[in-house]
């Protein structure tokens, strides 16, 4: 593959020079992501300016080169691991966050990470609620080519809520600009929300203008435990049935809590071990909080088995433990793991709960699930150990239950991970065969030579069937 593209990659290497990275080392480093099947590239390009993007689009579009673009390659469905070889632009150098104190927005290259971002915001009194689990790593860039969400989902939004403008490059190597750094705008095709979530298939993003929110006066987290997992859901049901809004609302079943207390050494709740629980964190003025302190406290004398109430941020972050920890230490359930970020209606939750205990016996695998109760999103995280074969067949067959079943209930086979490799088998479940066409014209008429990020989405692949890398990321651990 790399000899493939042996003519156009000298031809860039001539126009970018120390930009365009061939060795054997660099290579392999760009081959993967946290999918952890790795796929050679022929060469990776490390732009320092925006322009030298619209170079690299223009000789791969001429040449027919696939180009993946990525950031820190925290993806978990293979989105950033090219597929076709060709060239892979690491957007890493490109980080600069600017913010706009009086307008309330920041201007951010595609490699700002997402806590780059919130940083920069507080410092001027401004709140970028965007909160995936790997903020600390994962760049603006990839938040935008999946519309990532995260824990504040539920009360403030995902990423296309945020985006007031996105600048790039179309396949061609032509610089676009959807938008300005204006809150509004209504003036032709909106173009911007065609990139968001395109996973880089429509041209590469280098830069946002994002909106910003207040810095909420105060916050207030409570964790609360239930019998079982019904009964979790339908508490949680009825407090938003309350028109409360949490600013968080985070789920853990049994097994994740099980998890989490081993490898914390404690019980959560004395004399509850391994109880499924709900963490709850409010955000807003500080009146606000105390007038949502009562109902909620109420809520949960009504419907949990208990509860611990944070009286400070000290407090709050001790409770935070439990969620922080599930995720890591799932790996004793097995050496593997298939991470389903799927999305399931409200009216559902119960029998969604039924579903998902009927497919653990069945498939005699644990099936540790967490997620955010306030949109839906529930990570299920379906465990098996890779040298068992009869084990990796049984947990294949249940992602494909899986998905079927979420679908059937109104919901979504992803909410903020993506379709990538990985979840190529289900695209068709979620959508009919003339809303796969019609997004394959949509791809056709930007990308008429098939060069961003080929391989990804419409054909099928049964990825968890590769070998993958021994290697561990940090964010494997949030």
Not at 154 to 165: I, M, P, Q, S
Not at 266 to 271: A, E, H, K, M
Request: charged share 25%; net charge positive.
């Amino acid at each position: 593959m790399k000899e493939k593209y042996a003519a156009a990659t000298r031809e860039l290497k001539r126009r970018l020079g120390a930009r365009v990275d061939v060795s054997e080392k660099g290579r392999f480093a760009a081959s993967f992501d946290s999918s952890k099947v790795s796929f050679m590239p022929a060469a990776v390009i490390k732009p320092r300016a925006e322009k030298e993007i619209g170079v690299v689009l223009e000789l791969a579009n001429r040449h027919r080169v696939p180009v993946t673009v990525r950031g820190r390659g925290t993806t978990l469905m293979g989105s950033a691991a090219p597929v076709r070889g060709g060239w892979v632009v690491d957007m890493l150098a490109l980080n600069k966050v600017a913010v706009d104190a009086d307008a309330g927005l920041a201007t951010a290259h595609a490699g700002a990470t997402t806590q780059a971002i919130q940083d920069a915001a507080a410092k001027l009194g401004w709140f970028f609620p965007l909160d995936p689990s790997s903020k600390a790593y994962c760049t603006i860039g990839g938040n935008i080519a999946c519309n990532a969400g995260g824990m504040h989902g539920g009360k403030y939004g995902v990423t296309r809520d945020f985006v007031v403008a996105l600048r790039g490059f179309l396949p061609t190597g032509e610089f676009v600009e959807w938008g300005t750094a204006t809150k509004k705008f209504s003036a032709g095709f909106n173009l911007r929300d065609l990139w968001i979530g395109s996973e880089g298939m429509l041209g590469i993003v280098t830069g946002a203008v994002l909106k910003l929110l207040p810095q909420p006066a105060a916050r207030w987290t409570l964790l609360t435990s239930f019998a079982d997992e019904v009964s979790a859901l339908k508490a949680a049901k009825a407090l938003f049935r309350q028109r409360v809004v949490p600013a968080i609302c985070e789920f853990l079943d049994r097994e994740s809590v099980v998890c989490a207390e081993r490898a914390m050494k404690t019980t959560i709740f004395p004399g509850q071990a391994g109880r499924p629980v709900i963490l709850l964190e409010f955000a807003g003025g500080a009146a606000e909080i105390e007038d949502v302190k009562a109902t909620v406290l109420a809520w949960a004398q009504e419907h949990s088995l208990g509860f611990r109430e944070a009286k400070s941020r000290e407090e709050a972050e001790q409770l935070w433990a439990v969620r922080r920890k599930c995720s890591g230490a799932m790996f004793e359930l097995g050496d593997s793991k298939l991470n389903e970020d799927i999305v399931v209606p409200m009216r559902s939750y119960e029998k969604f709960a039924r579903f998902l205990a009927g497919l653990k016996r069945s498939a005699k695998l644990a099936i540790p699930t967490f997620g955010h109760l306030a949109d839906g999103n529930l990570h299920v995280n379906i465990m098996y150990h890779r040298a068992d074969a009869a084990e990796a067949k049984r947990a294949e067959d249940a992602v494909q239950k899986l998905m079927e079943t979420v679908v059937a209930l109104g919901g979504a086979i992803s909410g903020e991970h993506g379709i990538g490799l990985a979840k190529t088998p289900f695209l068709r479940i979620q959508h009919s065969p003339a809303q796969v066409k019609a997004m394959q014209a949509v791809k056709r008429a930007l990308d008429p030579k098939g060069i961003c990020n080929p391989g990804k989405m419409f054909e099928p692949v049964r990825i968890w069937k590769f070998t993958k890398l021994q290697v561990s990321f940090p964010w494997d651990h949030k």
